[in-house]
């Protein structure tokens, strides 16, 4: 690892002010920046903690709004929203292993964007509203491709903004080795529409099957998505699985998300 | 250098340390702990297990400085002062849950995790929550049996699906 200062910010403000030394960097849980820095795949001047300043943790519930500070981890996630929003705390259960989610962020997990990560399905799916230190940006503008979001540098996530749905699901087919999906799909059901995000996919990374989503607000039943595929020409293929492995996944891991909710 | 303190198995401590110097090498090559152990670099092994402020964390996957005014639990802690072994590392000891060894600290440390949570976890239960410990040795039966049996619940014959 190459070295760097260390930061740690008490306050949102205080962040964005020691962001703006070049090369600074956030870190929230280290869960993917920590193996990423061991590899030397990232240089740093400084980083800068998120996990003490108070305003980026806490889950509020308003009506059926439920919006996670940034700094929240997995686990609490996972313990605290299994009431309200059990599909999501569900994602956030089956994260990692247990000091992975004792550690890692949704904040970090968002602003990531790991075309196999589970939250950015999470929030896809649920038509979330990612809020930062200066904006609100939609879900849908917010993942841009692989490792890639809407965020400026010095930009950061402070919370998560789920609209709660009528119904929703996550199926992950889990790829044991690195407890990461190999393919996983949200389905959620809302009064304006069914969303259906995929992730660990597509070469660009979470997507919406826009093609499922219509058959399914059609007709919400397991036929709905029988005759429908994804080409495989997007997908990744890796040693884990083929392009036309993880198309075919899309659609298996889709039906068995609509059957859940049946 | 920055300067560095926490409380490691009920002693305070100190030391000067770099931005990145990880919680493992900070244990290990400061404090001389070096039960707890690194059996990878990419954070998916469990060797380096501890306890944060009473929740299971990999030390290799933390900097020393984010544990900066901490309560930090080690293996070194577990056993007596006496060196009476933990109810945990005892039914290890008694279920045959190593051989090598290697992963014991974290193992020990992860059921010691689960127990705090979980007093009395189900067979399903144990090995979900160790699925980010891996053991090349064992083949994890014993391990789980140990855990059932730290537990205080009956040990059920376990083998190989
Ligand atoms: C063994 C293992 C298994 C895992 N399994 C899964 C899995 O099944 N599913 C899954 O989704 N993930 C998995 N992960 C990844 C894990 O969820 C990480 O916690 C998460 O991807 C990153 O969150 P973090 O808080 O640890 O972020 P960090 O590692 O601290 O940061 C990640 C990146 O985000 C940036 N960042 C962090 N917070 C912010 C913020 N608030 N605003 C802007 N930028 C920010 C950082 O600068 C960095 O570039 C796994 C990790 C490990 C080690
Ligand atoms: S040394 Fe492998 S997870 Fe920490
Ligand atoms: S006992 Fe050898 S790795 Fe587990």
């Given at each position: 690892m190459y070295n760097f200062d260390f930061v740690k910010a008490g306050s949102v403000a205080d962040a964005i002010a020691a962001l703006k030394e070049e090369d600074a960097q956030p870190l929230a849980g280290g869960q993917t920046l920590i193996p990423t820095l061991k590899q030397r795949l990232a240089m740093p001047s400084t980083l800068v903690s998120l996990?003490?300043?108070?305003?980026?943790?806490g889950i509020t519930q308003d009506g059926d709004t439920l919006t996670i500070g940034a700094a929240t981890t997995h686990s609490t996630v996972a313990r605290e929203?299994?009431?309200?929003?059990p599909a999501l705390a569900s994602l956030a259960a089956r994260i990692g292993d247990p000091a992975v989610r004792n550690r890692g962020t949704i904040g970090g997990s968002i602003a990531n964007n790991?075309?196999?990560?589970c939250y950015p399905a999470g929030a896809l799916g649920s038509g979330a509203t990612i809020v930062t230190n200066d904006r609100e940006i939609a879900a849908d503008d917010f993942?841009?491709?692989?490792?890639?979001?809407a965020l400026e540098e010095g930009e950061i996530v402070t919370a998560v903004r789920f609209p709660i749905p009528q119904a929703a699901t996550y199926q992950k087919f889990i790829q044991?080795?690195?407890?990461?999906?190999?393919v996983a799909v949200y389905l959620a059901k809302y009064a304006d529409g069914v969303r259906v995000a995929v992730t660990g996919a597509s070469e660009e990374g979470v997507f919406r099957w826009s093609e499922a989503e219509a058959a399914l607000d059609a007709d919400f039943g397991a036929?709905?998505?029988?005759?429908l595929s994804v080409e495989p020409g997007g997908m990744i293929g890796d040693i884990h699985g083929s392009k036309d492995y993880r198309a075919h996944l899309v659609q298996v891991m889709t039906k068995r998300a609509v059957e859940a909710l049946l | 250098m920055a300067q560095v303190a926490m409380t490691v198995n009920g002693a305070s401590v100190s030391g000067d340390v770099e931005g990145r110097t990880l919680l493992v090498q900070f244990l290990r090559?400061?404090?001389?702990?070096?039960?707890?152990?690194?059996?990878?670099?990419?954070?998916?092994?469990?060797?380096c297990l501890v306890h944060v402020n009473g929740e299971a964390v990999k030390a290799c996957t933390m900097l020393a400085l984010e544990a900066d005014g901490t309560e930090v639990a080690t293996?070194?802690?577990?056993?007596?002062?006496?060196?009476?072994?933990s109810v945990v590392q005892q039914a290890f000891q008694d279920h045959h849950?190593?051989?090598?060894?290697?992963?014991t600290p974290g193992m020990v440390m992860s059921a010691a995790a689960l127990l705090k949570d979980n007093p009395k976890p189900t067979e399903t239960e144990i090995r979900e929550y160790l699925d980010g410990n891996i053991c090349?040795?064992?083949?994890y039966h014993n391990i789980v049996k140990a855990v059932l049996a730290a537990s205080g619940q009956e040990v059920p014959a376990i083998a190989a699906e």
């Open positions: 996990a003490a300043i108070p305003e980026l943790h929203v299994a009431q309200s929003y790991d075309p196999s990560a993942f841009q491709g692989m490792f890639t979001t044991p080795a690195s407890r990461f999906p190999l036929g709905a998505v029988k005759g | 090559e400061s404090l001389k702990l070096t039960g707890t152990h690194v059996g990878c670099d990419t954070s998916q092994c469990g060797a293996i070194e802690g577990q056993a007596g002062d006496d060196g009476t072994l849950g190593l051989q090598c060894g290697f992963c090349r040795c064992t083949g």
